[in-house]
Nanobody, 119 residues
Framework: QVQLVESGGGLVQPGGSLRLSCAAS????????MGWFRQAPGKEREFVAR????????RYADSVKGRFTISRDNAKNTVYLQMNSLKPEDTAVYYC????????????WGQGTQVTVSS
């Protein structure tokens, strides 16, 4: 079983950038496909980005495509989400999640980190 801890959230002005990190412990992150999700107040949790085990494949929600970049450093057991050109509608709690079977089912989740985009 893997434990996930997100960090890097905070308050940023519109147009600004943040980089979220998701540190794993308990098992090597290299055995999981990884994803980022977010949940805004009063809304359902939504998919943001996904990266394959080998980093060969990435996928993004249309709402963040071209602004967000998911990456991973398996040597550091960490996954990142670089967020640029942030908008107020990006405000949410961001979660990382691990998919152990690469089937799209995320079995393990972090506790989340708050991102607030406001002037």
């Amino acid at each position: 079983q893997v434990q996930l801890v997100e960090s890097g959230g905070g308050l940023v002005q519109p147009g600004g950038s943040l980089r979220l990190s998701c540190a794993a412990s308990g098992r090597a992150l290299s055995t999981y496909a990884m994803g980022w999700f977010r949940q805004a107040p009063g809304k359902e949790r939504e998919f943001v980005a996904r990266i394959s085990l080998s980093t060969t494949f990435t996928r993004y929600a249309d709402s963040v495509k071209g602004r967000f970049t998911i990456s991973r450093d398996n040597a550091k057991n960490t996954v990142y989400l670089q967020m640029n050109s942030l908008k107020p509608e990006d405000t949410a709690v961001y979660y990382c999640a691990a998919d152990p079977t690469t089937s799209g089912y995320y079995a393990y989740w972090g506790q989340g980190t708050q991102v607030t985009v406001s002037s």
